[in-house]
């Protein structure tokens, strides 16, 4: 067919069928169709963006304000003695940060303080239980470990070792970056004073082997690890026979 053929049927056709040929679309797109169809739909979920993002800036306000009061409260609690600078803490103040910022992170700190507070005062039973219930409770495996590990020093000075090792030990096992090395240290000096030297030689190794870089292994003067571990690495003399007259 040449140019002539589709000529001769283009003048053929009936009116209104040259569009076939070349139609050009100038009809709304189908993206705006479905804007349409849908556009409240979309303005709801737009609305609700928005009032989502808000309301989450609104709520981390409220939370930081709310942590700035608990931790004034907080502060509160532990007046410091103007003329020794000692920090007193007072156990009502305590638990009223933990009835009035139940959700906050001064609370938690409060809640393990509370314990300190009741030993400070005398009521050794009532600060052990106390610490106890914190340890069960605990929202985190740091504050587990550092109650675990307050509570076993304050066992093992009242000359309960073998509760303060069972507590040390958990530490140990829970692989606790902060306190493991304490950890092992103390166990060491638990059976150093049960005159278990061989016990003890093997947590202060373990101390150096697994904690090199730890403050209880590179500073003498703040943990006397050196002094401890060269108790257990003396080596026996050896016997020497006298030399005889020589003849």
């Known amino acids: 067919m040449d140019i002539k053929d589709i000529k001769r049927a283009m003048d053929n ?8 040929f070349a139609e050009i679309s100038v009809g709304p797109a189908k993206h705006e169709q479905f804007l349409d169809e849908h556009y409240g739909k979309i303005a709801l979920i737009v609305l609700l963006c928005i009032l989502g993002a808000a309301g989450w800036i ?19 609690a532990m007046p410091e003695s103007p003329a020794t600078g000692e920090i007193s803490l007072n156990e009502q103040g305590l638990q009223q940060v933990m009835a009035d910022f139940d959700d906050s992170r001064a609370a938690v700190t409060a809640s393990y303080l509370q314990a300190v507070a009741l030993w ?6 009532e600060g052990i239980s106390k610490m106890k219930e914190f340890i069960d409770s605990a929202p985190t495996e740091e504050w ?23 507590l040390f030990r958990s530490v ?18 638990i059976a150093r004073a049960g005159k278990d030297s061989v ?16 403050a209880f292994v590179l500073d003498l003067q703040r943990n006397g690890y050196v002094r401890r571990k ?18």
Do not use: H, W
């Not at 981390?60 to 931790?71: D, F, H």
């Not at 016990?199 to 730890?214: D, H, M, N, Q, V």
């Open 13 to 20: 056709m009936p009116m209104g069928d040259g569009s076939a």
């Open 58 to 76: 609104i709520y981390n306000g409220m939370q930081e304000s709310m942590e700035k009061k608990a931790g004034a409260a907080l502060v509160a």
């Open 199 to 214: 016990a003890a030689g093997t947590f202060y190794r373990e101390l150096a082997e697994k904690f090199p870089s730890s």
């Open 120 to 125: 400070n005062a005398g009521k050794e039973e």
């Open 144 to 166: 587990k470990a550092q109650a675990s590990v307050t509570l076993a020093c304050r066992l093992m000075n009242g000359g309960k070792a073998d509760q303060a090792a069972s």
């Open 230 to 247: 060269a108790l257990f690495d003396v080596q026996s003399p050896v016997r020497i026979e006298p030399v005889g007259d020589k003849k």
């Open 172 to 189: 140990v096992d829970s692989g606790d970056p902060t306190f493991s090395a304490f950890a092992t240290m103390c166990l060491g000096d």
